[in-house]
């Protein structure tokens, strides 16, 4: 069973805020991955890591950075949020194998006014 | 390089219809191939997999999929749709090397009427 959590569900601020959008897997992944999707649209790549203090840009570009310091936590941070960055965001992790099935967080929610 | 097309961005059938969703794939390697399903406010679920074993692969709720080489399609079908299929579904391939993540498709928004 993938357990693999997203905080906060929901998440509404206004411009120029700081924050930092939360990702923890209990499965022992090494890879996980941050996705952007706007409503009714497809997944783009923003970030992924394939370990403890490796982290790599995707292929969308984005401002946000993250951070892989322990193997179960890979969170989002967006140092000031705007309008533009309104949008779902989907972390998902993925067992070492040639596969890459992936599993998906709830996402997180983000609206900033 | 590898790349996934879903046709039809939106298809609706009529509650106990056959539901065929299309997925192409392009890939320079031996692909793996999958489908998620998205419901409202959640993240994906994985529907299936096709790993190079079996070319007809089942999955949960019902819905099946089969590799196609020739025609390099991985479509998704389901005998008969229930109101709680209702969802959009993403097919995504993977190279097998394991190091980049999945390619996903724009997805396709299946509609059930009752």
């Known amino acids: 069973e993938a357990d693999i959590y997203q905080t906060p569900r929901y998440l509404v601020i206004g411009t120029g805020k700081k924050i930092t959008l939360e990702c923890s897997q209990t499965m022992g992944h090494d890879k996980m991955y941050w996705y952007q999707q706007d409503p009714g649209m497809e997944l783009h790549l923003i970030h992924y890591?394939?370990?403890?203090?490796?982290?790599e840009k995707g292929d969308l570009s984005s401002e946000s950075t993250v951070s892989r310091i322990r193997t179960e936590h890979f969170p989002l941070t967006l140092e000031s949020a705007r309008p533009s960055h309104t949008s779902q965001y989907l972390c998902a992790s993925s067992r070492p194998s040639g596969y890459n099935e992936q599993f998906f967080g709830p996402g997180t929610r983000l609206t900033v006014l | 390089a590898q790349s996934v097309t879903q046709l039809g961005s939106h298809v609706s059938v009529s509650e106990g219809a056959l539901v065929l969703l299309r997925c192409n794939y392009s890939s320079s390697v031996p692909p793996y191939l999958f489908w998620y399903v998205q419901y409202p406010n959640q993240g994906l679920q994985l529907l299936l997999k096709?790993?190079?074993?079996?070319?007809l692969v089942k999955g949960i709720n019902g819905f099946e999929a089969e590799f196609k080489k020739s025609e390099t399609s991985f479509h998704l079908t389901k005998p008969s749709a229930h109101m709680s299929d209702a969802a959009e579904y993403f097919c995504a391939v993977s190279d097998g090397t394991g190091r980049r993540a999945l390619t996903f498709g724009s997805g396709t928004r299946l509609q059930v009427q009752p």
């Open positions: 890591s394939y370990g403890v203090n490796s982290t």
């Open positions: 096709y790993t190079s074993a079996a070319t």
